[in-house]
């Protein structure tokens, strides 16, 4: 009997490890950086003009996961095309609140 207790808690303790790193993995993602429009549009009125091209494009600087990355992708292309410098365009799109 004592092997199958240890069995059953050996297997109890693997499960809790896969739900801790699972939770883990939920906030990494969660924390992602991010900014949002408002936070983008501010960062880059410090040093450049910002009018209806800049605003749509911080209007992609959101979202999390793939869809996020792919969004803030954008953010970055858009404003790049404007002129703005890459490093300019990547922190702007990827500010954390």
């Known amino acids: 009997m004592k092997t199958r207790t240890k069995k059953v808690a050996q297997r109890l303790a693997a499960a809790a490890g896969v ?9 990494a ?44 992708f954008l953010c970055q292309s858009l404003l790049m095309k404007l002129n703005v410098r890459t490093e300019d365009a990547d922190r702007a799109c990827h500010l954390h609140e």
């Open 19 to 27: 739900l801790v790193t699972a939770g883990a993995l939920q906030f």
């Open 29 to 72: 993602v969660a924390v992602e950086a991010q900014a949002t429009p408002a936070q983008c549009i501010n960062y880059i009125s410090h040093n450049y003009t910002v009018g209806p091209k800049v605003k749509e494009a911080c209007g992609y600087a959101h979202g999390t996961g793939i869809a996020g990355q792919a969004n803030r």
